[in-house]
Nanobody, 126 residues
Framework: QVQLVESGGGLVQAGGSLRLSCAASGHTFSTLVMGWFRQAPGKEREFVAA??????YYADSVKGRFTISRDNAKNTLYLQMNKLKPEDTAVYSC?????????????????????WGQGTQVTVSS
C-alpha cells in the first residue's frame, strides 16, 4: 500500500509561483509512475502532469508553466507552478501507480491510477 501526503498549497496572486510536494511511503518509490491531478469546485478531476523515470507528460493547459519532477532518494514528487492564473485554482492531488509509463492519454485517466493523496488547496487571486 502506498501512502501519499501533499504539501505546499496556499494563496498566491496571479503571475506568482508555488511548489507542491508529495511525500510517498509504503513502496519502492523509484518504481512508481507518479502524477498530479487537480479538481476545481463543481468540475471533474483533471490531469495535470505525469512522470516516469525521467520522462514527463503535461496537460496542454499547464505546458510551459508547470514542471513535474521527482527525487527518488527522498521519495518525493514535486510540482513547480509558475505564472499561475486564477483558473489554476483547485485542490491538487498526487497519484501513483505501478506498471509501465506510457506518456500518453493513458496517464490522463484517473481510473488508471492506483493510489491518491488527500490533496492540497491552491488558490490564485486575480
Amino acid at each position: 500500500q502506498v501512502q501519499l501526503v501533499e504539501s505546499g498549497g496556499g494563496l498566491v496572486q496571479a503571475g506568482g509561483s508555488l511548489r507542491l510536494s508529495c511525500a510517498a511511503s509504503g513502496h519502492t518509490f523509484s518504481t512508481l509512475v507518479m502524477g498530479w491531478f487537480r479538481q476545481a469546485p463543481g468540475k471533474e478531476r483533471e490531469f495535470v502532469a505525469a512522470i516516469g523515470w525521467t520522462s514527463t507528460y503535461y496537460a496542454d493547459s499547464v505546458k510551459g508553466r508547470f514542471t513535474i519532477s521527482r527525487d527518488n532518494a527522498k521519495n518525493t514528487l514535486y510540482l513547480q507552478m509558475n505564472k499561475l492564473k486564477p483558473e489554476d485554482t483547485a485542490v491538487y492531488s498526487c497519484a501513483a501507480r505501478s506498471g509501465p509509463y506510457y506518456g500518453s492519454t493513458y496517464e490522463t485517466k484517473p481510473y488508471n491510477w492506483d493510489y491518491w493523496g488527500q490533496g492540497t488547496q491552491v488558490t490564485v487571486s486575480s
